[in-house]
């Protein structure tokens, strides 16, 4: 502001005078008088006010003395300029107020400025204490104040008054103080400590102005017009305007004009809060003027709050900055006492809309003294100039401090509290230590919490990496805004070095972490080398690894795959398991394994296959056991062996060899040797060798009672096989046909079918069969209607019927002769040399078996009377047998009717027989004869591809349908070695034949594991077939095993001979 003279000159006596307790003294007296004064104060602003000083006109102070006054005392100290208000009146426009007005301020500046006559002339700067705090710059973090509580911590340094006058309780909403909400992070960036708090108080709507008196000057920081007061001396109160050149001799105004302008009349302020990130923080606030076009918007990103009640302050505040300069006023006088900040009243103004009450924005003063000395005193020129704004508007200090930016990204140290590795909150922030900040005290209160930039950020989903305590990392600004840090990335010192050795491990990158409190090889990673020859992906977790695939996972190995547990190795599938090995495979297991399988299990090994067992071994097979050798077969315990070869030879070796049976032991073979000379040619022992006997067709066959073994173990059922047995490979042909005869018909090549139940031992042994039908997976299902009985015996079939599902209890007596088998008889039959007649029926099962004995019966010279109906099943199942049976290589051929003996193999059937529920078991006794013999027949029947006619008898129901067998069982070069009990029983028997069937050189092998049964039951034949022109082949296949012994009959059964 500009001063103009107003030419008014006061006549009475003025004082004006200096006091400092700095001031330099010349012969006792201050050294320094008044000259002149110039300066102005603003509202909000520091004033400045210059001096000047001159020493006394008195000879007795030399010139040179008072010209070498020390200045640097005067430096800093506080100086006050006094100015007498006393004169005539209490108005201004009456004369001159009581009291005076003060003008205090720190001496900034002094200087020697010239001599003039007598006097030297110096000049003093006075600048508030608050300009000392431009003086001073600073980095400094404030955390958790409010803005006031932020300026008293400024301001704190400096030891000078202060009076806040601010309406805090006019700026609340819902009772609480928008102003008062404390700052989370406010930084004082680089700047002074008055720029700082200068910004602050601008952008909250504080502003201050100084007030003068006791030799002192005061900081008033206010926020409303009721702070401000008016001059302590009345005759300031109103002040009169009048125009220029009226008056000479009082104080007035004489130039007042207002001024109105265009102004904005809304403002729109809007920000962002993570913690919210879509709440609404837009506020405005309108206040327009009563103008034309006063709807001007304002709008203004980011405002620099996180609620909208701080929000509405600010937008408030914008608006009375903006509004207030809409309505100012100049004025010009000789006005001595009205100081910058208060209030007056004018009056006098030929505008009405002028005589109001002001507020003094700006006040300028001018006083020179004009008089030399005399002694009526001192004269002095005083001119003001004055800029007010009507109390009506709220002033407002316009935002005219800049906010220092940041230039680029900065590094900061993450800290946090003591033994803490990661500190961190819901939001994944950390606190730094930034390089500038000196105050910091390396914990967790040296910052606020600073948000983290991630690679990915997404709704539960992203990367995520926490800074841990001690790294450097890059912080970056918002907006350069220094109250807003961000994260960017971390960097390397010496402190946290890389984890891999640089520049020797340049070619490696990845990711590793550290366990906490861990060490440098304590870490969860994924490492990649991009070395030329030596690539790797490589990947450590410190303790556990989860992995889950929600679908389908694959892995593609290129050369070698390893895994090392080294503890448990569990695996899990839900459905299929394969494994294909291209080599070799190990598999070594240190201590026990155990293996499950639910369904079928199979094992295929193209070469050689071994199995070392260091202690015992067991095997249960809970159904069929079929064992195939394709070469040789040696099983040897100690001394004992058995050697079996794909020829057909058996040879049993051992000191002693028992043969226990404990209901019969047949032997079966032509010629039979005994005791014949040693393979070197000598003679066997006890008295040489035994020429081959040769044994009558009628005597091939022997039987030899054994004593009833003890009471059976309860029943197992066999386990189906899935493959049916393939057809005897070479089947040995009979020597000469037999003529065609009344005799018994020879034995069936084929065993009688399995029941689904085991039945009682018979009480004549059919003939064992040459062909073991296959065991069957499931048992066939129950017929719903029995087919109509035959007045005729069903011949066997190559297939054999369905098993009974109930079969009838054995009986202990008896029952009388009728259509049903007559009962067995407690004694043997003598030996005869005619079989006896045929019968209808066959005998009923005896209720317990024979007792064993050491020594077999004689075998008697006729057969015993065949049977025309087998006998009824039996409601146990037979014991397992001791070794398996060899199965065929070849399955049996269907038939409707029996094939005569020939000395040929019967044809292979196109189909495999059908599987039955059970085995088979053998009959102990030769099939009883038909009631009427069968025409002999040179050439066996070819197999017939129609079903047999129904028999006699009808078929038990079955509970379910056997499958039949997908692969039949290898064939067997030699008959096994006999079984060490009688097998059970055929449910039903063949036809008979003319002769009886020649025995066989070599007794038919015991069977572990009962024939697989056939799918379907074949219908028996309405009538029996012709008889043979050849006799019938010896069995080359083992009965069929029996998984439980017979139950006891109460006799014996009678003998063949």
Same mark, same amino acid.
């Given at each position: 502001?500009?001063?103009?003279?107003?030419?008014?000159?006061? !006549?009475?006596?003025?004082?004006?005078?200096?006091?400092?307790?700095?001031?330099?003294?010349?012969?006792?007296?201050?050294?320094?008088?008044?000259?002149?004064?110039?300066?102005?104060?603003?509202?909000?602003?520091?004033?400045?006010?210059?001096?000047?000083?001159?020493?006394?006109?008195?000879?007795?102070?030399?010139?040179?003395?008072?010209?070498?006054?020390?200045?640097?005392?005067?430096?800093?100290?506080?100086?006050?300029?006094?100015?007498?208000?006393?004169?005539?009146?209490?108005?201004?426009?009456?004369?001159?107020?009581?009291?005076?007005?003060?003008?205090?301020?720190?001496?900034?500046?002094?200087?020697?400025?010239?001599?003039?006559?007598?006097?030297?002339v110096y000049r003093i700067v006075l600048r508030p204490w608050l300009w000392l705090a431009t003086l001073t710059n600073d980095y400094k973090i404030f955390q958790d104040k409010t803005v006031v509580e932020i300026i008293d911590t400024v301001?704190?340094?400096?030891?000078?008054?202060?009076?806040?006058?601010?309406?805090?309780?006019?700026?609340?909403?819902?009772?609480?103080?928008?102003?008062?909400?404390?700052?989370?992070?406010?930084?004082?960036?680089?700047?002074?400590?008055?720029?700082?708090?200068?910004?602050?108080?601008?952008?909250?709507?504080?502003?201050?102005?100084?007030? !003068?008196?006791?030799s002192k000057h005061r900081l008033v920081l206010c926020d409303h017009i009721g702070a401000h007061r008016r001059s302590s001396s009345a005759a300031y109160h109103e002040i009169a305007h009048h125009p220029e050149g009226g008056k000479t001799?009082?104080?007035?105004?004489?130039?007042?004009?207002?001024?109105?302008?265009?102004?904005?009349?809304?403002?729109?302020?809007?920000?962002?809060?993570?913690?919210?990130?879509?709440?609404?923080?837009?506020?405005?606030?309108?206040?327009?003027?009563?103008?034309?076009?006063?709807?001007?918007?304002?709008?203004?990103?980011?405002?620099?709050?996180?609620?909208?009640?701080?929000?509405?302050?600010?937008?408030?505040?914008?608006?009375?900055?903006?509004?207030?300069?809409?309505?100012?006023?100049?004025?010009?006088?000789?006005?001595?006492?009205?100081?910058?900040?208060?209030?007056?009243?004018?009056?006098?103004?030929?505008?009405?809309?002028?005589?109001?009450?002001?507020?003094?924005?700006?006040?300028?003063?001018?006083?020179?003294?004009?008089?030399?000395?005399?002694?009526?005193?001192?004269?002095?020129?005083?001119?003001?100039?004055?800029?007010?704004?009507?109390?009506?508007?709220?002033?407002?200090?316009?935002?005219?401090?800049? @906010?220092?930016?940041?230039?680029?990204?900065? &590094?900061?140290?993450?800290?946090? +509290?003591?033994?803490?590795?990661?500190?961190?909150?819901?939001?994944?922030?950390?606190?730094?230590?930034?390089?500038?900040?000196?105050?910091?005290?390396?914990?967790?209160?040296?910052?606020?919490?600073?948000?983290?930039?991630?690679?990915?950020?997404?709704?539960?989903?992203?990367?995520?990496?926490?800074?841990?305590?001690?790294?450097?990392?890059?912080?970056?600004?918002?907006?350069?805004?220094?109250?807003?840090?961000?994260?960017?990335?971390?960097?390397?010192?010496?402190?946290?070095?890389?984890?891999?050795?640089?520049?020797?491990? =340049?070619?490696?990158?990845?990711?590793?972490?550290?366990?906490? @409190?861990?060490?440098?090889?304590?870490?969860?990673?994924?490492?990649?080398?991009?070395?030329?020859?030596?690539?790797?992906?490589?990947?450590?977790?410190?303790?556990?690894?989860?992995?889950?695939?929600?679908?389908?996972?694959?892995?593609?190995?290129?050369?070698?795959?390893?895994?090392?547990?080294?503890?448990?190795?569990?695996?899990?599938?839900?459905?299929?398991?394969?494994?294909?090995?291209?080599?070799?495979?190990?598999?070594?297991?240190?201590?026990?394994?155990?293996?499950?399988?639910?369904?079928?299990?199979?094992?295929?090994?193209?070469?050689?296959? =071994?199995?070392?067992?260091?202690?015992?071994?067991?095997?249960?097979?809970?159904?069929?056991?079929?064992?195939?050798?394709?070469?040789?077969?040696?099983?040897?315990?100690?001394?004992?062996?058995?050697?079996?070869?794909?020829?057909?030879?058996?040879?049993?070796?051992?000191?002693?060899?028992?043969?226990?049976?404990?209901?019969?032991?047949?032997?079966?073979?032509?010629?039979?040797?005994?005791?014949?000379?040693?393979?070197?040619?000598?003679?066997?022992?006890?008295?040489?060798?035994?020429?081959?006997?040769?044994?009558?067709?009628?005597?091939?066959?022997?039987?030899?009672?054994?004593?009833?073994?003890?009471?059976? +173990?309860?029943?197992? *059922?066999?386990?189906?096989?899935?493959?049916?047995? *393939?057809?005897?490979?070479?089947?040995?042909?009979?020597?000469?046909? +037999?003529?065609?005869?009344?005799?018994?018909?020879?034995?069936?090549?084929?065993?009688?079918?399995?029941?689904?139940?085991?039945?009682?031992?018979?009480?004549?042994?059919?003939?064992?069969?040459?062909?073991?039908?296959?065991?069957?997976?499931?048992?066939?299902?129950?017929?719903?209607?029995?087919?109509?009985?035959?007045?005729?015996?069903?011949?066997?079939?190559?297939?054999?019927?369905?098993?009974?599902?109930?079969?009838?209890?054995?009986?202990?007596?008896?029952?009388?002769?009728?259509?049903?088998?007559?009962?067995?008889?407690?004694?043997?039959?003598?030996?005869?040399?005619?079989?006896?007649?045929?019968?209808?029926?066959?005998?009923?099962?005896?209720?317990?078996?024979?007792?064993?004995?050491?020594?077999?019966?004689?075998?008697?010279?006729?057969?015993?009377?065949?049977?025309?109906?087998?006998?009824?099943?039996?409601?146990?199942?037979?014991?397992?047998?001791?070794? *398996?049976?060899?199965?065929?290589?070849?399955?049996?051929?269907?038939?409707?009717?029996?094939?005569?003996?020939?000395?040929?193999?019967?044809?292979?059937?196109?189909?495999?027989?059908?599987?039955?529920?059970?085995?088979?078991?053998?009959?102990?006794?030769?099939?009883?004869?038909?009631?009427?013999?069968?025409?002999?027949?040179?050439?066996?029947?070819?197999?017939?591809?129609?079903?047999?006619?129904?028999?006699?008898?009808?078929?038990?129901?079955?509970?379910?349908?056997?499958?039949?067998?997908?692969?039949?069982?290898?064939?067997?070069?030699? +008959?096994?070695?006999?079984?060490s009990e009688p097998p059970p029983p055929s449910s039903e028997p063949p036809p008979p034949s003319s002769e009886p069937p020649p025995p066989s050189s070599e007794p038919p092998p015991p069977s572990s594991e009962p024939p697989p049964p056939? &799918?379907?039951?074949?219908?028996?034949?309405?009538?029996?077939?012709? *008889?043979?022109?050849?006799?019938?082949?010896?069995?080359?296949?083992?009965?069929?095993?029996?998984?439980?012994?017979?139950?006891?009959?109460?006799?014996?059964?009678?003998?063949?001979?």
């Amino acid at each position: 502001m500009s001063m103009n003279s107003l030419e008014g000159r006061l !006549h009475q006596e003025r004082t004006v005078t200096i006091s400092s307790d700095a001031m330099p003294r010349l012969l006792g007296q201050p050294a320094l008088r008044f000259l002149s004064l110039r300066g102005e104060e603003h509202l909000g602003k520091l004033y400045t006010y210059e001096v000047l000083l001159r020493t006394p006109d008195d000879f007795h102070v030399p010139l040179s003395s008072s010209a070498n006054l020390d200045l640097k005392a005067m430096i800093g100290t506080e100086m006050t300029v006094s100015i007498q208000l006393d004169g005539i009146g209490t108005g201004a426009e009456r004369g001159v107020g009581a009291g005076g007005r003060e003008i205090s301020g720190l001496v900034v500046k002094a200087g020697f400025l010239r001599t003039e006559g007598r006097y030297n002339v110096y000049r003093i700067v006075l600048r508030p204490w608050l300009w000392l705090a431009t003086l001073t710059n600073d980095y400094k973090i404030f955390q958790d104040k409010t803005v006031v509580e932020i300026i008293d911590t400024v301001l704190s340094d400096y030891p000078y008054p202060v009076d806040k006058r601010l309406d805090i309780d006019k700026y609340t909403v819902q009772g609480e103080s928008e102003r008062n909400e404390p700052r989370a992070f406010q930084v004082q960036y680089g700047e002074t400590d008055f720029d700082f708090i200068q910004r602050l108080m601008e952008e909250w709507g504080i502003y201050w102005f100084f007030e !003068h008196s006791d030799s002192k000057h005061r900081l008033v920081l206010c926020d409303h017009i009721g702070a401000h007061r008016r001059s302590s001396s009345a005759a300031y109160h109103e002040i009169a305007h009048h125009p220029e050149g009226g008056k000479t001799d009082i104080e007035y105004l004489n130039y007042f004009s207002t001024d109105e302008s265009l102004r904005p009349g809304r403002v729109v302020i809007d920000d962002f809060d993570f913690t919210r990130p879509r709440a609404q923080l837009v506020t405005s606030n309108h206040q327009p003027r009563e103008t034309n076009w006063g709807e001007g918007e304002l709008f203004e990103w980011p405002g620099d709050y996180t609620d909208s009640k701080h929000g509405d302050l600010i937008s408030r505040v914008r608006m009375e900055e903006r509004r207030a300069p809409g309505t100012r006023a100049f004025g010009k006088g000789n006005v001595r006492g009205v100081a910058c900040g208060q209030t007056f009243t004018l009056t006098k103004h030929k505008h009405d809309d002028a005589n109001r009450e002001y507020i003094v924005i700006e006040a300028a003063l001018m006083m020179t003294e004009i008089a030399d000395e005399t002694g009526s005193g001192y004269h002095y020129e005083c001119n003001n100039e004055l800029i007010v704004q009507p109390t009506s508007e709220v002033f407002r200090m316009p935002r005219e401090t800049p @906010k220092p930016t940041t230039s680029g990204p900065q &590094s900061a140290i993450v800290v946090g +509290p003591p033994g803490h590795e990661v500190w961190t909150d819901e939001f994944g922030r950390v606190k730094v230590r930034f390089m500038w900040d000196r105050y910091a005290r390396n914990d967790a209160t040296d910052s606020c919490w600073v948000r983290v930039s991630q690679a990915w950020a997404g709704v539960n989903f992203g990367g995520i990496y926490i800074p841990r305590i001690g790294q450097e990392v890059i912080v970056g600004f918002m907006n350069g805004d220094p109250d807003r840090p961000l994260i960017l990335g971390s960097l390397y010192n010496t402190v946290t070095p890389p984890p891999w050795d640089l520049p020797g491990d =340049a070619t490696k990158s990845g990711f590793k972490s550290k366990s906490i @409190k861990g060490g440098r090889e304590n870490y969860n990673g994924i490492r990649f080398e991009d070395k030329p020859g030596v690539e790797e992906f490589h990947m450590q977790a410190e303790r556990d690894m989860n992995r889950l695939t929600k679908s389908s996972e694959s892995h593609t190995v290129g050369v070698n795959f390893s895994i090392g547990v080294g503890l448990a190795h569990n695996r899990a599938v839900g459905g299929m398991f394969s494994s294909i090995v291209g080599g070799a495979a190990s598999y070594a297991v240190g201590g026990a394994e155990s293996t499950i399988v639910g369904g079928a299990s199979a094992l295929n090994v193209g070469g050689a296959y =071994a199995i070392a067992v260091g202690g015992p071994m067991s095997t249960s097979v809970g159904g069929a056991y079929a064992l195939t050798v394709g070469g040789a077969l040696s099983i040897v315990c100690g001394a004992a062996a058995i050697n079996m070869t794909a020829d057909g030879t058996i040879k049993l070796v051992g000191t002693k060899i028992k043969v226990v049976g404990s209901d019969e032991v047949v032997i079966q073979g032509s010629p039979l040797q005994l005791n014949p000379g040693r393979e070197d040619g000598a003679g066997g022992g006890g008295g040489g060798a035994i020429p081959p006997i040769p044994v009558p067709l009628f005597f091939r066959s022997i039987t030899v009672p054994i004593l009833p073994p003890l009471p059976p +173990p309860p029943a197992l *059922p066999p386990a189906p096989s899935s493959e049916p047995p *393939p057809p005897s490979s070479e089947p040995p042909p009979s020597s000469e046909p +037999p003529p065609p005869s009344s005799e018994p018909p020879p034995p069936s090549s084929e065993p009688p079918p399995p029941s689904s139940e085991p039945p009682p031992p018979s009480s004549e042994p059919p003939p064992p069969s040459s062909e073991p039908p296959p065991p069957s997976s499931e048992p066939p299902p129950p017929s719903s209607e029995p087919p109509p009985p035959s007045s005729e015996p069903p011949p066997p079939s190559s297939e054999p019927p369905p098993p009974s599902s109930e079969p009838p209890p054995p009986s202990s007596e008896p029952p009388p002769p009728s259509s049903e088998p007559p009962p067995p008889s407690s004694e043997p039959p003598p030996p005869s040399s005619e079989p006896p007649p045929p019968s209808s029926e066959p005998p009923p099962p005896s209720s317990e078996p024979p007792p064993p004995s050491s020594e077999p019966p004689p075998p008697s010279s006729e057969p015993p009377p065949p049977s025309s109906e087998p006998p009824p099943p039996s409601s146990e199942p037979p014991p397992p047998s001791s070794e *398996p049976p060899p199965p065929s290589s070849e399955p049996p051929p269907p038939s409707s009717e029996p094939p005569p003996p020939s000395s040929e193999p019967p044809p292979p059937s196109s189909e495999p027989p059908p599987p039955s529920s059970e085995p088979p078991p053998p009959s102990s006794e030769p099939p009883p004869p038909s009631s009427e013999p069968p025409p002999p027949s040179s050439e066996p029947p070819p197999p017939s591809s129609e079903p047999p006619p129904p028999s006699s008898e009808p078929p038990p129901p079955s509970s379910e349908p056997p499958p039949p067998s997908s692969e039949p069982p290898p064939p067997s070069s030699e +008959p096994p070695p006999p079984s060490s009990e009688p097998p059970p029983p055929s449910s039903e028997p063949p036809p008979p034949s003319s002769e009886p069937p020649p025995p066989s050189s070599e007794p038919p092998p015991p069977s572990s594991e009962p024939p697989p049964p056939s &799918s379907e039951p074949p219908p028996p034949s309405s009538e029996p077939p012709p *008889p043979s022109s050849e006799p019938p082949p010896p069995s080359s296949e083992p009965p069929p095993p029996s998984s439980e012994p017979p139950p006891p009959s109460e006799e014996p059964p009678p003998s063949e001979f």
